[in-house]
DNA sequence: AATCAATTTCAAAGCGCTTTGGATGACCGG
DNA sequence: CCGGTCATCCAAAGCGCTTTGAAATTGATT
């Protein structure tokens, strides 16, 4: 069933049902619900590149799927922030898309989404310091935005991001209120904008409380739980080794965890853990207490925030980019407790 | 830039332009290298939903995202699986589109993406128990691949699925052997197809060697950390405790284990796990050493398998549906030992 | 009854591509 | 020099929709 052949049926001109069917004015009441009704009854929609080539707009959005480098790492919260960002496009009448190629070519993705016509705005994620995908972007004239922000770059750019200084910031000195004077930070890659930002809230609460901060407590890769696991064992191995870590993803604190475990000690008590909790739905932090104090920002609300902000940015185009900063809440779950006495 | 004026430009006409550009062969050497390369300079790109319209063909797959009723749980393999398929597509040309919207409406997404013609074929996750889209999708002539199988429904569809009960079989047999007789089978949702398939290898296993099943230590639901911890720490408090535990997901595992040290036992020595993994990309079963026994399978393998066979399906949709077994390997890590001595 | 404005409808152009059904030359043997 | 065959290339139709500009109809006003 086409425009054509509903047209036909109903002894209208294409014209007529058409606007109908979308809400123009310059049709009568009557005949709109009798478009309306027909239109239902054949199960008709308009062919989806039929009125996207009519209307220049393709519905659609991109998204590059992020895979760093080293692993061959999908992001772990790929799944729930789609499902956040989805449910909103969905609304709006925008599907999403994905591609993924080796990192290199990335910007060739988006110079051609660009020439194809693919996508009316694409979503950055994982957003590295002064990440030259944003320039490049800009130049391109794709509009987009960032799930995250990039120190260094000047040029003014539209993104949704947690505060995640001051949620670092914040949660560390809640360990230095319970005492904690070793604290280790077990971070994500620091080439990635959120890890400098993290570490930049952790080294202010230092500061502010007149820790020197030890760099054999800091330690930044890529969040695996082998991650976690590694450098907790470690760093309790040392002379001095940390009473309490920040740690930067729950995966990494799953890791966390068994090393202090298997180090016969007790989370909680004898280390302090705090993570930070992108609230992912397979990896609730606990059901009735949560096991790991954190600092909680859905990443699902993330998503859909940023969808919203995106219709809005295609809507109005000349409008200056806009921005939201999402703020973390820190939950005291079952992790941290005072720093054990010196012995 | 788009074809017309790259053809006024090259003193052509659209037609020769557009063929050298798709090789066809009425079009002479010379002339395609020529136009190849103002294109190239150009970065012209044909419009995709030009193309498409005139193809009728959106060279898009579909897919709807799985979130579980219960929870609004994203699938965790959501990320690495659509990695794999993704990489194939685009080999083929094929992006993937997503739609999410509440399970209810889930068939009228096939309808609608049938009617706009918006995609060339859907694939179809976490296929249920006789899972009624299966039959939906026939009907509606969309075609479609199924990441998983159903019991239960009798008419022919692709998939790609791995062979679940003997996975779950040969690894309940390892732990027969080891002398485990107790042993528990943390499973997903039973009505969900795989963890159906899983239950009955697991429950051929044990009557094979004789072994009576004991419902008391078979649980299923929805696999997140806190099932695996709260289901293991209320059977490790039973009279007859297990010894063994079979587990069908590594979030899952996770809280097992926790469970299984917090009650100060020994994974491994006290109790022994065995959990299938699908090899994530951000929870690797240990980067040595595996940390877990496991029947292991990559669902990125699985995903770049899938786009191939779906790939397949599209170019010769009346061939009869094709299908895929992937198997399973029994990984031997380190939470498995010989089953403790009665005491 | 004539005029005008508002309402309702329509024919046709256009979005950028593919593809059908020729047309144009070049080349060849006779 | 002529008809036939190839190799190249082209004009135009068509994919299914939106939208422009105009026409037909209606109702109100003079």
Redesign the interface.
Known sequence: ?NLKTLAEELGLSQTTVSRALNGYPEVSEATRRRVEEAARRH????????K??ATGR?M?IGQV?P?SVQ??????I???F??GA??TF?RFGY???????PDADESAVY??YR????VDAVILQGPLVEDQRIPLLNQIGLPFIVHGRSTGITEPYAWVDVNNKRSFQHATEFLIHLGHRRIALINGLETMDFAQRRRAGYLAALAEAAIAPDPALMRSDE????FGY?QTRQMLAMDQPPTAIMASSM?AA?GI??AI?ESGLTMGRDVSVITHDDD?????N??DVPIFTATRSSVRKAGEVLAQCLVDRINTPDAPPQSRMLEAELLVGRSTGPAPQRT
């Open positions: 069933m199960n008709y929609r308009p062919n989806s590149r039929a996207g080539l393709a659609v799927i895979t692993h061959e790492m999908v992001n772990p790929f799944g729930d789609v499902a989805s449910l969905s599907d999403m898309m994905f591609t993924r190629v110079r051609e020439a194809r016509g693919a969040m695996t739980e082998h590694s995966i799953l965890r068994r475990e992912l739905s397979y990896l609730k606990g059901q």
